[in-house]
């Protein structure tokens, strides 16, 4: 749980990794017969020195080559049963909550991914209840505003990405501009350290060519394992379909390691966004995955 916490805050699963650890380092050095609340302790610590550690990254993340995307991670398909747990890890979540400030972001995930009392919040934050209601309601109606709508069900969402993959892999420009949006966006997310273009690519027709130009005859993973110094991970390039922050998403692996990530959103059978991860720094969340193609 409060890997969960950190990670939806911070966006980062290293970044959460190390807010833990570090939790656990304070409680290792209080008194634990004083502690009434083992639990609400260690939310408490973990969630502020999350927001600390959320108030120093946003300036890196300023200066971050290309755009920023949060880390992927992998998500137990049992997940996808809990509707708000999944919407609330969502990569089209995730994205969003990056634009809130580090108070709001901690309150609305706290409130809406765990459904925490505004009391417990405010004890967890250091704050009056009043103003964590105000927080929480600020952040609700910022995400409302600035989240995009994909109403595709599970079912949906892996019908999709497959024709979507089946049509990148084989550079069918045809098969691939009738699964994409005629809006569809691009984002790719290689921080300098992999091949990926630097700005949104924007609409059906520029993203299908670009996507047909770099695979070639040699498949999307050509691209995806693409390096900017030309090293990387080696061994066998596969594709897994894989529930990536709560939703069918595409990891592609060189060996035992992972080398990138493309998650799709999806609405009315068709492709409204993607996203690919490929900085090899964001990839500690979908080590250990099991081959699904």
Known sequence: MLVSVAYRVLGSVTDAEDVVQEAWLRWSNVNHSEVVDPRAFLVRVSTRLAIDQLRRVKARRESYVGPWLPEPILTGRDLSEDA???????????????????????????????????????????????????????????????????????????????????????????????????????????????LSPRRPVLGAEKVARFLVAIVGEEQIVRFLRSVGDGSGPSGEVRVHLAPVNGETGVVVTAGAEPISALVLDVADDLVQTIRVVANPEKLAGLRGIETTR
């Open 84 to 194: 708000a747990m999944a919407d609330s890890v969502s990569m089209a979540m995730m994205v969003v909550l990056e634009t809130l400030s580090p108070l709001e972001r901690a309150a609305f995930v706290l409130r809406e991914a765990f459904g925490m009392p505004y009391a417990e919040i405010a004890d967890v934050m250091g704050r009056r209840e009043e103003a964590v209601r105000q927080l929480a309601k600020r952040a609700r109606d910022h995400v409302r505003e600035r989240r995009p709508r994909f109403d595709a069900d599970s079912d949906e969402q892996r019908r999709v990405t497959e024709r979507f993959l089946e049509a990148t892999s084989n550079g069918d420009l045809e098969a691939l501009m009738g699964v994409l949006s005629p809006e569809v966006v691009l984002v790719a997310d290689g921080g300098g350290k992999a």
